[in-house]
């Protein structure tokens, strides 16, 4: 089945730092590349995502590129905020999701 | 966030005792999961269901049992619950991949604690 490696498990940066977390995947079909944001004792929410025939896809502060050939893919954050301190988990497809990183940012 | 709903939101109970969870739905969504959260572990898929009656096991499907008799409701079952099941249980919906994309919308989430 699938398994997705998500790195840092945690990272601190200061406020108006970029932020990266970077997943790995072993199935090769899969397609569908979701990205959640889960503060402190909410629900996950989509952030943001990117399909297998795209490369990189923009959304004001936040990116997601993928690289189909390695199977990683990585979330970029910038200009970070305070307000951005969360656990954000990638996955893969709709049921294989990343352990998590826990980003702090200091402001 | 209306859209999908849990309940209990909390629950305590003792080793040995059955425990239900209600997931409801309100979007029409084929898909229904039911993932558990825990420290270390991100969240990990206990069942899944791609239709009314139609369910298959996650990587933790051990020790729980679910049903959906209806499209709008998911039940997980804790048929005797170990302090082991221990943890926030969250349910998700959404269109799968018949009918992309696959993004899911989750519930509130439930606290168990088994003591």
């Known amino acids: 089945g699938e398994n997705v490696e998500q790195h840092p498990s945690t990272l601190s940066v200061q406020e108006g730092d970029s932020a990266v977390i970077k997943c790995t995947y072993s199935?090769?079909?899969?397609?569908?590349f979701p990205w959640y944001k889960q503060e402190l004792g909410k629900r996950p929410q989509l952030i943001i995502d990117?399909?297998?025939?795209?490369g990189e896809k923009k959304d004001q502060r936040i990116a997601v590129t993928l690289n189909k050939t390695a199977k990683h893919f990585s979330l970029h954050i910038t200009e970070t905020q305070p307000e951005d301190s969360a656990v954000y988990f990638c996955a893969a497809d709709d049921m294989r999701f990343g352990a998590g990183t826990r980003l702090t940012v200091k402001p | 966030d209306a859209g999908i709903t849990q309940s209990p939101r909390h629950k305590v109970t003792e080793t040995g005792t059955p425990v239900t969870l209600r997931c409801h739905q309100t979007?029409?969504?084929?898909?229904m999961y039911w993932y558990r959260q825990d420290p270390g572990h991100g969240l990990r898929l206990i069942h899944y269901s791609y239709g009314v009656k139609d369910t298959d096991k996650g990587e933790v499907s051990d020790g729980y049992s679910v049903s959906r008799s209806k499209t709008e409701d998911f039940l997980l079952t804790l048929e005797s619950a170990t302090s082991s099941q221990t943890s926030v249980y969250f349910c998700a919906s959404g269109t799968g991949k018949l009918k992309g994309p696959y993004e899911q919308y989750f519930g509130p989430g439930t606290r168990l604690t088994v003591t």
């Open positions: 990117i399909r297998s025939n795209v």
């Open positions: 979007e029409n969504h084929r898909y």
């Open positions: 199935d090769s079909a899969s397609n569908y």
